[in-house]
């Protein structure tokens, strides 16, 4: 990954789970927007919040697991199925950046993300199995386009069973260099991070040894590069994508507007030499 709006729907998933029964989710379902100005140069944004604005309610979704309480450390498929305002199931799913939904997985304290791809099998079903890392609460952000239709994230909570891991306090980095899987990121802004105005954030990328710069960073998932962003409160969840989604590095470039002050995390996936790396932050957006 956050943002949980209670529309209430529960919805028949197969093998005769029924998600209001099973205790352990609940629906937190929400409608995303599409940031049309982020086109063209400014790359695109998916933003979505708990404005609770009307016509949220044209998807909903239904989560189950394979077992009705879900342990740390144990296999589980997750089934997600996606209704209609008329309770139908959706036929089909736009292309987003090769997927035709991006589930994003966090803990409640933000320190555990996951970002994954649930299979479409059709009948407004996806499928997927993963597991949790420790026991505890954690959210669900599925991010999707129904065919046709508008971006969309539907998202839930989880309670997982098990041990869970020690609490991380969510406080802003000293420093905006982070360096993982021998790359070195520094993150930058082109101006100070308010709320409501739009910001470039760049990742340079060296290798954290040579301090050379990284120039052949691959297409992951189209692009060459994804940003999550959440606030701390989960409730505000943006999805951006690059300026120049052909660039291979050092730079990668972002724009985003955060929709409100306070603590962020965000979050820069990207691609080298065939394997996917994470690097991640936390901000401070001033202002109210």
């Not at 209430?8 to 927007?33: E, K, T």
């Not at 990742?203 to 301090?211: E, G, L, M, S, V």
């Not at 724009?255 to 979050?267: E, L, Q, S, V």
Request: glycine share 10%; hydrophobic share 30%.
């Amino acid at each position: 990954m956050k943002k949980g709006i209670l529309l209430g729907a529960s919805f028949f998933v197969a093998a005769g789970l029924f998600i209001s029964g099973c205790g352990n989710m609940q629906d937190a379902n929400q409608h995303g927007q599409h940031n049309n100005s982020g086109h063209g140069a400014h790359g695109t944004e998916h933003r979505s919040d708990s404005s609770g604005k009307a016509g949220d309610t044209k998807v909903h979704a239904a989560w189950a697991f394979s077992d009705s309480k879900p342990r740390a450390g144990q296999p589980q498929q997750l089934t997600i199925q996606i209704n209609g305002h008329d309770g139908k199931p959706v036929q089909d799913f736009e292309i987003n950046h090769e997927k035709k939904m991006h589930l994003i997985i966090v803990s409640q304290d933000l320190s555990y993300f996951h970002h994954i791809h649930p299979e479409f099998k059709g009948n407004g079903k996806f499928q997927i199995t993963t597991q949790f890392p420790h026991g505890g609460k954690y959210k669900l952000i599925a991010d999707l386009i129904p065919k046709g239709g508008t971006q969309t994230t539907q998202t839930t909570w989880v309670d997982v069973e098990g041990t869970p891991a020690k609490s991380a306090d969510l406080k802003p980095d000293q420093t905006m260099v982070q360096t993982v899987d021998g790359k070195e990121i520094k993150l930058s802004f082109d101006k100070e991070i308010k709320p409501g105005q739009e910001v470039m954030l760049n990742f340079q990328i060296k290798d954290a040894k040579t301090k050379q710069p990284v120039t052949d960073l691959q297409p992951y998932l189209g692009a060459v590069g994804h940003v999550v962003i959440l606030s701390a409160d989960t409730e505000n969840y943006l999805h951006v994508h690059p300026m120049d989604e052909k660039a291979t590095g050092p730079d990668a470039r972002f724009h985003t507007t955060f929709p409100r002050g306070g603590i962020y995390k965000i979050w820069g996936e990207f691609q080298h030499q065939g394997k996917v790396f994470t690097v991640s932050y936390v901000v401070n957006v001033s202002g109210s």
